[in-house]
């Protein structure tokens, strides 16, 4: 079954600091690939978009994520955490040329000041 | 920058009440969606609208949901009976449509308790 997974449920880190959110995928073939950021009370926003070509793709915010087909990751980082973006984080997968979204259970990350 | 709307932002009501929620998707977006999130649980897909018919739903899309988009902006999600197990986060998505119809845009969510 086409999945994703995010292994950690709680992240903090301190600002400044940097940060990785892991997210690994099970599909048949490459699927496209997302980060969300949701923000209390807020909506679901699109950080970045994988669907095929450079592996490292570039979103807004000062983040980015890197996709591995060796290791089915797709792991979203920042170089230096802000206070504003604790949130809650979701990977999302969707099979390719589809359009039913699949969550990951999502990471929530604190940040320290 | 256009955006998904959603209202109300919490509604609360009775075991077998029926609901109404309601969406503004973006303007020139063809898609519709709605999906759920039980506290504690994943984000679900519910179903997806284009041209005015379901195009995919889920198996938690029973009966007891239904989709209609009444005029030229609205999108609204009906409960007929509700349980106590639809108490959930309610986001409505749109997307511009093929071949980007994967791209979703959410809106804020609608909070759902049934008591």
């Known amino acids: 079954a086409q999945s994703v997974t995010q292994p950690d449920i709680h992240i903090t880190v301190s600002e400044g600091a940097s940060l990785e959110l892991r997210c690994n995928y099970s599909?048949?073939?490459?699927?496209?690939l997302f980060w969300y950021v949701q923000s209390p009370g807020q909506g679901l926003q699109l950080l970045l978009k994988?669907?095929?070509?450079?592996?490292l793709v570039q979103g807004i915010k000062g983040f980015e994520a890197e996709f591995k087909r060796s290791q089915s990751s797709f792991n979203l980082r920042k170089p230096s955490v802000h206070w504003s973006d604790a949130a809650e984080y979701f990977c999302?997968?969707?099979?390719?040329?589809?359009?039913?979204?699949?969550f990951g259970t999502g990471t929530q990350l604190k940040v320290e000041l | 920058e256009p955006e998904v709307t959603q209202t109300p932002s919490h509604q609360v009501t009775q075991m077998g009440q029926e609901v109404i929620l309601r969406c503004v998707p973006i303007?020139?977006?063809?898609?519709f969606y709605w999906y759920r999130q039980i506290l504690g649980q994943k984000v679900e897909f519910l179903v997806s609208?284009?041209?005015?018919?379901?195009?995919?739903k889920s198996e938690i899309f029973d009966d007891q949901f239904s989709v209609e988009r009444p005029d030229g902006s609205n999108f609204t999600l009906k409960i007929r009976s509700t349980k106590l197990e639809d108490s959930a986060m309610y986001f409505c998505?749109?997307?511009?449509?093929?071949?980007?119809?994967?791209?979703?845009?959410f809106g804020p969510g609608t909070r759902l308790t049934v008591t």
């Open positions: 609208f284009y041209n005015n018919e379901i195009s995919e």
């Open positions: 599909y048949g073939a490459t699927p496209y």
């Open positions: 998505a749109s997307s511009v449509g093929h071949p980007k119809a994967y791209e979703q845009y």
């Open positions: 999302v997968g969707v099979a390719g040329g589809g359009n039913k979204l699949t």
């Open positions: 303007s020139n977006h063809l898609y």
């Open positions: 994988y669907f095929s070509g450079d592996t």
